[in-house]
């Protein structure tokens, strides 16, 4: 008996989850090529139910209301506030943002929670069984569980570390008018203790931060962490005005008073920046989320005697923060679900119905996210028939590994990788990723140039053997094998790294070993033998502003439509002829 979660927001996507176990998951983004798509996951409910071949007894359905409830109901309303994000589309006036403002004040908390619970719950039912009869008029007729936002966050980090009892942390912007929890897992109970007002979010000044450097919300976060590595230490004490955690009341407090990200970013742009560099400025915030979050760990912590820390919720996509967690005497280990957006909402809300109706808690730790869609050689080859790009050639291979590592290694190739089954999450993991040497300075600037576009601050990630990351990294404090913390680079291995971490001499490590991918660790294999350590510069498979490749008509796409001139594709080598 399985039970199908579905998230139906921003971010939107499917999984299965079946006695404690992920059967699969993924987002819909990858079918529609539209980032962070909203609406109802039609393509990954039909992939996820397709692919589940335990009867599905039980939809789970994340988020009740507030923000999820309107879009549930009108999509268009959440693609349009994401367009005007994006600037795809015209900012409204100022004056329009502070009429907008009026009802966001008024709901922004959702209080009373028990009135939004009773509203939500019936309505959202009510829509997914009719759009669910659209795809599949038997899960239609299922029971569907509506589980609160932070809840599903909570479910998504508990059920799949691994650990019997944890101290279980979320963060986001706002979801069912929190922008966070504190609670303890205990042998697959969740018990909660704390919940954070949205209206002092710390995830929404971050992001308001974000805009405030002339980036897009809920999307640039991650370069505003990046950009904080170009400023020497900076105090920035007017900060301490916007989302402080209080240990006395155990809540986020913060002297400005409500506005929505768009306000609060002009607020912020108005009376702090204006005052500082753009550098000092991202310093300073990421240092502050720092602050906060540590504070709030330890106290927490302390209170209960629970070591071990599972966390969700978008903003621990912060790898700083992460790694700010991971190092505290007080935490013995920390687990990130590595899908932690509200992305990885479907799974969550499906792991705790799984749990609640049946009981079974898997007390061991996920060891990989390859649940996505995977190809076979025949319907690879003909992918590759379908291309009619004279450019484009193709032959098979008997060593997609070997000959991988001969490129990448002896030749100095950008090699496009597509293999197995897809990663779920925002982290290419070695089945649908860009490799490079790491030790060349000049590979990040040809990825940015022929494939990425990205800003000159932002670095790429790299992947390592496990039995290396101790040599390589100085802080090495456990396997990472999602991409969800950052190490120093040991000084001895800068030049080594050099592609593949920042300026302040830190990566993004993914940690591989043959238990969870044994083709990519015989490719980084193959390389440790040419260049003497078991390294790559590893970023995703796609073109700027598109999603994660999902299948072969995908990567050849990538192929044709960049700079890159060879992929490697299941056990076929594809090469196109370079532009004179």
Same mark, same amino acid.
């Given at each position: 008996?399985?039970? #199908?979660?579905?998230? !139906?927001?921003? @971010?939107?996507? =499917?999984?299965?989850? =079946?006695?404690? +176990? ?11 090529? +539209? ?65 907008? +403002?009026?009802?966001? $004040? ?29 795809? @599949? ?17 909570a479910s998504s980090a508990y059920f799949t570390s691994g650990f019997s009892e944890a101290l279980i942390i979320t963060l986001d912007g706002s979801g069912d008018g929190l922008s966070g929890t504190v609670s303890i897992g205990d042998k697959g109970n969740i018990k909660r203790l704390a919940e954070f007002r949205a209206s002092t979010s710390l995830g929404i000044m971050y992001g308001a931060a974000t805009v405030a450097c002339d980036m897009r919300y809920s999307e640039d976060e991650g370069k505003l962490m990046s950009l904080a590595a170009y400023s020497y230490p900076a105090e920035i004490p007017e900060l301490w005005q916007f989302s402080v955690y209080d240990p006395k009341s155990k809540n986020f407090v913060s002297k400005v008073r409500t506005r929505n990200e768009i306000l609060l970013a002009e607020y912020l742009k108005d009376h702090v920046l204006s005052k500082y560099d753009r550098e000092s400025f991202a310093y300073a915030v990421q240092k502050h989320a720092e602050l906060q979050v540590t504070t709030l760990v330890r106290q927490?912590? &302390? ?50 119905? !799984? ?11 996920? @060891? ?16 590759? &028939? $379908?291309? $009619?790009?004279? %450019? ?5 291979? &008997? ?6 590592? /001969? #490129?990448?290694? %002896? $030749?100095?190739?950008? *090699? ?23 030790? !060349?300075? /000049?590979?990040? !600037?040809?990825? %940015? ?12 990630? =790299?992947?390592?053997?496990?039995? /290396? ?27 080594? #790294? ?20 044994? #083709? ?9 033998? /040419? ?10 498979? +796609? ?22 001139? &060879? ?5 076929? *080598? ?7």
């Amino acid at each position: 008996m399985a039970v #199908l979660g579905i998230n !139906d927001s921003h @971010d939107c996507g =499917s999984s299965a989850f =079946s006695g404690g +176990n992920v059967i699969s998951a993924v987002n819909e983004e990858r079918f529609t090529k +539209n980032k962070n798509e909203v609406g109802f996951p039609s393509n990954s409910i039909r992939y996820v139910a397709k692919n589940t071949e335990e009867e599905i007894t039980d939809i789970a359905l994340a988020w009740i209301g507030g923000n999820a409830l309107i879009s549930r109901v009108i999509p268009s309303w959440d693609r349009k506030r994401r367009a005007i994000w994006r600037r795809e589309i015209p900012r409204p006036s100022r004056a329009m943002l502070h009429l907008m +403002n009026l009802p966001y $004040k008024l709901i922004q908390n959702q209080r009373p929670h028990a009135l939004w619970k009773a509203f939500g719950v019936p309505i959202s039912r009510n829509v997914a069984a009719k759009r669910l009869a659209q795809i @599949d008029e038997d899960l239609s007729h299922k029971r569907i569980h509506v589980v609160e936002h932070h809840l599903s966050h909570a479910s998504s980090a508990y059920f799949t570390s691994g650990f019997s009892e944890a101290l279980i942390i979320t963060l986001d912007g706002s979801g069912d008018g929190l922008s966070g929890t504190v609670s303890i897992g205990d042998k697959g109970n969740i018990k909660r203790l704390a919940e954070f007002r949205a209206s002092t979010s710390l995830g929404i000044m971050y992001g308001a931060a974000t805009v405030a450097c002339d980036m897009r919300y809920s999307e640039d976060e991650g370069k505003l962490m990046s950009l904080a590595a170009y400023s020497y230490p900076a105090e920035i004490p007017e900060l301490w005005q916007f989302s402080v955690y209080d240990p006395k009341s155990k809540n986020f407090v913060s002297k400005v008073r409500t506005r929505n990200e768009i306000l609060l970013a002009e607020y912020l742009k108005d009376h702090v920046l204006s005052k500082y560099d753009r550098e000092s400025f991202a310093y300073a915030v990421q240092k502050h989320a720092e602050l906060q979050v540590t504070t709030l760990v330890r106290q927490w912590v &302390k209170e209960t005697g629970i070591h071990n820390v599972a966390a969700a919720g978008g903003f621990f996509s912060n790898v700083l923060v992460n790694r700010a967690i991971e190092h505290m005497p007080e935490v013995e280990k920390l687990f990130v679900f590595p899908q932690m957006g509200d992305g990885g909402l479907s799974l969550g809300a499906a792991a705790y119905i !799984d749990f609640s109706l049946h009981g079974k808690f898997n007390r061991k730790q996920i @060891d990989n996210v390859y649940f996505g869609p995977g190809y076979t050689n025949e319907q690879i080859f003909n992918a590759l &028939k $379908k291309s $009619k790009n004279k %450019n484009i050639s193709y032959e098979p291979i &008997k060593d997609p590994a070997g000959h991988a590592a /001969e #490129l990448v290694a %002896n $030749k100095n190739e950008i *090699l496009l990788w597509f293999q197995g089954r897809m990663e779920y999450g925002p982290r290419a993991l070695g089945n649908r990723s860009v490799i490079a040497l790491p030790n !060349d300075s /000049e590979n990040r !600037d040809k990825i %940015n140039l022929i494939i990425k576009k990205r800003p000159y601050y932002q670095p790429f990630a =790299s992947s390592m053997l496990e039995s /290396e990351a101790s040599k390589l990294l100085e802080d090495c404090v456990g396997p990472n094998r999602f991409m969800t913390s950052a190490n120093s680079v040991r000084r001895e291995h800068r030049q080594n #790294l050099i592609a593949a971490s920042h300026v302040d001499h830190t990566t993004r490590p993914q940690m591989v070993s043959a238990k969870e991918n044994k #083709l990519y660790y015989k490719l980084i294999s193959g390389i440790a033998k /040419e260049v003497g350590y078991g390294a790559v510069l590893n970023t995703s498979l +796609n073109k700027h502003r598109r999603p994660i490749a999902l299948d072969p008509e995908d990567a050849i796409w990538t192929l044709e439509n960049t700079g890159a001139t &060879k992929l490697i594709i299941g056990d076929y *080598l594809v090469s196109k002829k370079a532009k004179n």
